[in-house]
Structures are given as structure tokens and as C-alpha cells.
């Protein structure tokens, strides 16, 4: 894989600087940011271009707007949230593009951040509109992707605006790539891998990359109960996605080198262990039983390297968390290299302090696995153009 050009291998200087961030955060009912992971990672790349006094112009979406101006995801939350980590003037612009906003950028002095307002709130973003790109590109003078997260998007900020601006990675952006680059490329062995999460359909791809490449896949999630289901499995009231039965029957789930759950955690009124066969009609999976935890941690303590994305079990409701803390405090403990990733999953080892003792954790969910099944991601392939 060709190497991206670094951010160091550029003069910033008294540079309008437009910088892609990933700073679509999750927020509580009261619009509180729940966890601020991704602006953390985000902050030696802006402080780094401030130092070397460039002019910063922050672009991001939050949410799904769906092209509409929604009140409660205007990008005021976030920017309160960089005063607290950078000493600097922040001003949020009333928009994303436009010659105000233009001629605004132009009477930016150096070491001076302006955040543009949600992306999504023009729905020519999410189009990848070639004038809606060539509106945010008159903003800078060069780009910086440093949105790893929505890389594998195809969206006007990420894809659009190279094409009009000199391009590179940020350092975040640059360490991922390096990072997932040494699981595709230079995988320690055993190589193990942990797939978990409620969808099969987003990580089929990924599935099958490594039943050639890991020497262990363990599956875990609501996602296994649609690999069961579409055997002919009857799974009470679980989630299941029926829509992808044909392209899931095509695995082999005879392969030595996967590994699935022989027991889950049902509730109904009550909660239950039960084994693959025995689930009532009445009643829904949350969990990964015990004897599936024991299983996994074996390959787990094995291992020399570990890469997860999604948890095992619905981590968000007690006592369904439990089977994806002993997993994540297993990797923890196992000595191996180890490399997660995923919103959730990410967001889960945080609240159990466990984040700093994972070797690399991923700003990015389906980036990660998107680059781990196609080896590359559109918003990378931008900017070697």
C-alpha cells in the first residue's frame, strides 16, 4: 500500500487550513455529549496546525439530518465542548458554505479556529454534489482528512473536496491506516478475531476476509442469531435479519476456524441460560451464555493478536454486559496486540476504564471493517489522487 503524504511534509503557515473531523458524537435525550472519544484523537492534528500557524476551519456533521435543519444538532454543542481542551478563539459559522462564510475564512488570522455548522444539513453533502464539494474547497487553501470514521463514505467533504485542494491525512487518519495495516499485512499468530454486534449484514464482508486471513473468527452479537436462523435455528423472538438468509447460508459453518456461541442469556419474564436448541418461542436472546464466554476467552488467551469490533451481548442493558466485559477484560489480560473498534464497543471498554490497556482503539465502526475487508476506503483513495 502506497504511504499518504504526511502532514509534516506541508508549510501551513498563515494557510487557510480546512480540516474534515469526525465529531458526530452521541448525545444524550437532553443533548448532553455522552462520550467526546473522537475529539480527543482529533486534537494533536488541530493543535498541531495552530502551533505552526495556520488558520483552521473545522467541517463535520452530527446526526442524520437528512438534509433539514434540525435545531437540536447544530454544532454549538461541539464547539463548547473544544473550549474545554483548546485555549483558543473558537467561532461557530451560522453555516457550512457561502461567501460570507468565504470572505470570512479570508480575514481568519493565523492560530484562529472557525467551525462550520452540520454538513448534513445540506443534503447535497450526503450526494457528494460536485458544487456543494467545490463551495467547501473555496473555504481552504488545503485539506486534511481527519475523519477516519466516515472514510468509507463516498460524501462531498470526503471524496468531493480533494479533487479541488491539495490533500493529505491527518495523524489520527495516518494511524489508523498503519494500524489496520498491520493486521491485513503483518498479522502476529495467532490472529484472532471477535465480530460481534446486532447486524450480519454490515460485517458479512468482513467475515469472510477473515476466514481466509485470521486463524480464529469468533461470533458473537445479535448478528449470530441470523447466522442460526437462516440454518433453520428457531430463536424465539430474537432479532433477526431475514432479508440476508441467502448471503449468510453461503458460509461454512463447518470451518475449524470459526467459533460460535453453544449457549445464550434469553429473557422473557425472567432471564435463562440456554443452549442453541432450547430457546422458547417467547422468548428473546441478549447474550452469549457462559459456556460461549469460556469458549471464546481459550482463543482469546491464545492469541498474539486480537482485533474486536462489536460486543457480544446488548452491553447497554445490565445484566446483558457481562459477557462483553469478561471478553474485554480477557483481551486486556491475554498480552496479545490488540486493536478495537466500533461506537459501541469503543464507548462500552471506556466506561470500563479499560480503553489505555487495548494496544490501538479505532475512531472508526464500519470505516474499520470496511478497510479491513476492501484493504483501502474511498476517503483514503482521495487523497493519493
Known amino acids: 500500500m502506497s504511504k499518504l503524504k504526511s502532514l509534516k511534509d506541508i508549510n501551513v503557515k498563515n494557510k487557510r487550513v480546512l480540516v474534515r473531523v469526525d465529531f458526530n458524537l452521541s448525545l444524550d435525550d437532553d443533548g448532553k455529549i455522552t462520550d467526546d472519544f473522537r475529539i480527543k484523537e482529533a486534537l494533536p492534528t488541530i493543535e498541531y496546525l495552530l502551533k505552526k500557524g495556520a488558520k483552521v476551519i473545522l467541517m463535520s456533521h452530527l446526526g442524520d439530518p437528512e438534509g433539514k435543519f434540525i435545531m437540536k444538532l447544530k454544532m454549538d454543542v461541539i464547539q463548547n465542548r473544544l473550549l474545554e481542551y483548546l485555549d483558543y478563539s473558537i467561532v461557530k459559522a451560522k453555516d457550512c458554505i457561502g461567501k460570507e462564510i468565504e470572505d470570512w475564512t479570508k480575514e481568519m488570522q493565523p492560530g484562529e479556529i472557525l467551525l462550520l455548522e452540520n454538513l448534513r444539513f445540506h443534503k447535497e453533502e450526503e450526494e457528494n454534489d460536485a458544487e456543494f464539494a467545490k463551495s467547501l474547497a473555496r473555504l481552504g487553501d488545503i485539506y486534511i482528512n481527519e475523519a477516519f470514521g466516515v472514510s468509507h463514505r463516498k460524501h462531498a467533504s470526503i471524496v468531493g473536496v480533494p479533487k479541488f485542494l491539495p490533500s493529505i491525512a491527518g495523524f489520527c487518519l495516518q494511524k489508523e491506516v498503519e494500524e489496520l495495516s ?40 445479535a448478528l449470530v442469531n ?59 436472546i441478549f447474550d452469549i451464555g457462559p459456556q460461549s ?93
Open 182 to 221: 498491520k493486521v491485513l499485512f503483518k498479522p502476529k499468530r495467532p490472529l484472532v478475531v471477535i465480530i460481534g454486534g446486532a447486524k450480519v449484514s454490515t460485517k458479512i464482508n468482513v467475515i469472510e476476509k477473515f476466514l481466509e486471513k485470521a486463524d480464529k473468527l469468533l461470533l458473537g452479537g
Open 226 to 284: 441470523t447466522v442460526f436462523a437462516a440454518k433453520g435455528l428457531s430463536l424465539g423472538k430474537s432479532f433477526i435479519e431475514k432479508n440476508v438468509f441467502k448471503i449468510v447460508e453461503k458460509l461454512n459453518l463447518e470451518n475449524p476456524k470459526i467459533q460460535l456461541p453453544n449457549d445464550f442469556i434469553c429473557q422473557n419474564s425472567e432471564i435463562s441460560v440456554r443452549g442453541i436448541n432450547a430457546v422458547k418461542e417467547n422468548e428473546s
Open 293 to 385: 464466554v469460556e469458549l471464546f476467552l481459550r482463543s482469546i488467551r491464545e492469541a498474539k493478536m486480537i482485533v474486536w469490533n462489536g460486543p457480544v451481548g446488548l452491553v447497554e442493558k445490565k445484566p446483558f454486559d457481562r459477557s462483553s466485559e469478561a471478553i474485554a477484560k480477557g483481551i486486556t489480560e491475554s498480552g496479545a496486540y490488540s486493536i478495537v473498534g466500533g461506537g459501541d464497543t469503543v464507548v462500552f471498554i471506556r466506561k470500563l476504564g479499560l480503553e489505555k490497556k487495548f494496544k490501538y482503539v479505532s475512531t472508526g465502526g464500519g470505516a474499520m471493517l470496511d478497510y479491513l475487508a476492501n484493504e483501502t476506503l474511498p476517503g483514503i483513495e482521495a487523497l493519493k489522487k
